[in-house]
């Protein structure tokens, strides 16, 4: 079954015949600096109803595997070997006859929507094409099941997001899209590319569910292509280990979660964070913050509204993305940011800032609180205020190579610098993101996606900023590195006694890494509390509904846990009690009620909320 190393001869199958089956699969892609060898000799098989993990660090061949399945493998790279499906030799078969099994027979969830989804087709387009072609629905009927599978995913709004454009989502949105566009034919073969990377834990319980009910009542295999320990515990059946192109290590889920017989595979799981448990395993932690230190960020009553007319015709509405929020980080602190796609917390970090226009609020940043006028005051102050962008592809000059692109703010900030000791700055900041200093001319398309992000990580640290927003910084990351730029980043901070505010969706890495932790929902703060209290004692049942729904990287575990739900729909944004959906008794009321913050402790803030809603 499997291609391993050179001591374990393969496992053949017997029955059922499978669906999948590659052998002796070979990868190059020639690039400026040569022939680069992606993939070598991987063997394995994938049977109807199964679910394969396969797991390993960032540019370990992963995804390149299962694109050549595919068929959308870069000009530049070359395949060899067999890759068969449902026994039909599909590699390097002409576009037509791939076109027939792609989407019906194959598909596929990856890893980057903003640049897999076309920008300039409606999201209702999108999704209702392949259900046309590969299910034969007409137009009325796709766009029908399209809003069904909008729904299932818990897009809020969906009928609204139809007649949306990619751009207009979230990072977190678009992705459900992707997933709802590759589920919606039930393919008998999905690839899952990092599908749950940029999901809130809520969404990512409910979206795993899903996959396991295709497979289990369809027969689709499935393959899950992930760094996310946690959720190959949820899912896997069998897991593939693959380092440097081949894989090192297979077996049964639970056999190499508890008894992994490489070092590699047990590095890996040793560096999951886990949610259950606070030892960090001798890693360094953050230093504590004494209580009258500098404020470096104070925002208070920040308010991010978008006008949004409904239909060409339709009445203005006011999408409160940020409505009422307000937050103190001191030097050397680090909050952490969390809550469902579409909360605001993207926003809110953008407002701080100063990157989008406040519909109200103030901000004061370094005790400055600059003028929206002063413009030049608040371009010399952007050399201590940094972020590190959701999407890497989206944020990066695919023209440039990704060394000038590190180089960048060093050109703008330290002119004085000369082109050789721009180099070294470079090549220094690389080797402390665990980037190659091979890889300096190389061009964003030509890396994987966590070494994308480690481009963007590099760029942001590099003039040593004294405040840094991390919008899933350490998202995309295989777990082993997501480690070490944790560690880097409370380096850095304990260093330059720099402010961070880390988003994420990743429970577990925001207990490893924050000070505090606030909570937000419908653009406002349910809960707010230090770093190890809202992990132990949270009151709000939407932060305990978020804990509940994080993975632990291990089977035993995960698939016995109880979890929790929250019942009904998810609000629309658009509505003005949409943040009182714990709060129904005070709907309807003019001007719109807004739950108020109660001390629940020593730094622990909770939003008001009613118990038998």
């Not at 999951?272 to 500098?294: E, F, S, Y």
């Not at 023209?399 to 700055?425: T, W």
């Not at 030509?446 to 070494?451: C, F, I, K, T």
Request: aromatic share 4%.
């Amino acid at each position: 079954m499997f291609r391993r190393t050179p001591a374990e001869p393969p496992v053949t199958l017997t029955s059922p015949s499978p669906v999948l089956a590659i052998e002796d699969l070979r990868i190059d892609f020639q690039t400026r600096d040569g022939s680069v060898p992606a993939v070598r000799g991987v063997s394995l098989q994938v049977l109807p109803g199964e679910t394969l993990g396969v797991v390993g660090e960032s540019g370990s061949g992963k995804s390149q595997t299962f694109m050549a399945v595919m068929g959308l493998l870069a000009p530049n790279g070359r395949a060899s070997g067999s890759v068969r499906f449902e026994g039909r030799e599909i590699l390097g078969a002409p576009k037509r006859e791939l076109n027939r099994v792609r989407g019906a027979g194959m598909g596929m969830i990856f890893q980057d929507p903003l640049t897999a989804l076309t920008p300039h087709l409606k999201i209702g387009d999108q999704l209702g094409e392949p259900l046309r072609r590969g299910r034969g629905l007409s137009a009325a009927d796709a766009r029908a099941e399209a809003l069904r599978w909008l729904e299932r995913v818990r897009i809020p709004d969906a009928a609204r997001r139809l007649d949306q454009y990619p751009h207009e989502l979230s990072g977190g949105m678009r992705q459900r899209v992707m997933i709802a566009g590759a589920m919606a034919c039930a393919p008998r073969l999905l690839i899952a590319d990092e599908p749950t990377t940029a999901l809130d834990v809520t969404v990512q319980a409910e979206i795993l569910d899903l996959m396991e009910e295709l497979t289990r009542e369809s027969g689709t295999g499935l393959v899950l292509i992930t760094h996310d320990m946690g959720v190959v515990a949820r899912l896997a059946d069998r897991v593939c280990v693959m380092k440097d192109g081949a894989y090192v290590e297979a077996g049964q889920a639970a056999e190499v979660f508890a008894r992994p017989r490489t070092d590699y595979a047990r590095n890996l799981l040793e560096a999951a964070p886990r949610l259950d448990r606070a030892d960090r395993g001798g890693r360094p932690a953050p230093v504590p913050v004494a209580p009258d230190a500098p404020l470096a960020v104070e925002a208070k009553d920040v308010k991010v509204w978008f006008p949004v007319r409904r239909g060409l015709f339709g009445r203005r509405a006011d999408l409160r993305a940020v409505d009422g929020v307000s937050l103190e980080i001191r030097q050397g602190e680090t909050l952490g940011v969390v809550g469902e796609s579409g909360c605001g917390k993207s926003t809110l970090s953008r407002a701080v800032l100063r990157l989008i226009p406040r519909t109200a609020g103030a901000v004061t940043l370094l005790g400055r609180d600059i003028p929206e006028a002063d413009r030049e005051a608040l371009r010399a102050a952007r050399r201590d205020l940094q972020i590190v962008f959701q999407d890497p592809l989206a944020s990066l000059d695919p023209r440039m190579p990704v060394g000038d692109s590190i180089a960048e703010p060093l050109g703008v900030f330290q002119p004085h610098l000369d082109r050789r000791a721009r180099e070294a700055a470079v090549r220094a900041i690389m080797d402390r993101v665990g980037l190659s200093g091979d890889l300096i001319n190389r061009y964003p398309h030509e890396l994987s996606g966590g070494q994308n992000q480690r481009v963007g990580i590099a760029r942001a640290m590099i003039l040593k900023p004294r405040v840094v927003v991390c919008d899933e910084a350490v998202s995309a990351l295989d777990v082993s590195i997501r480690a070490q730029i944790i560690d880097l980043l409370i380096d850095l901070q304990r260093e330059f006694g720099m402010a961070m505010m880390f988003i994420s969706h990743d429970l577990a890495v925001v207990r490893e890494i924050s000070h505090r932790v606030m909570v937000l929902y419908m653009g406002r703060v349910v809960e707010e509390a230090p770093a190890d209290r809202i992990f132990t004692d949270a009151r709000h049942p939407y932060t305990r509904t978020l804990i509940a729904s994080a993975l632990i990287p291990d089977p035993g575990v995960e698939r016995t846990r109880p979890r929790l739900r929250l019942h009904g729909e998810p609000p629309s944004p658009l509505d003005p009690d949409a943040a009182l959906r714990f709060l129904p008794g005070r709907r309807g009321e003019t001007p719109p009620y807004r739950p108020q913050l109660l001390e629940a402790g020593p730094g622990h803030r909770v939003a008001e909320f009613d118990s038998q809603a």
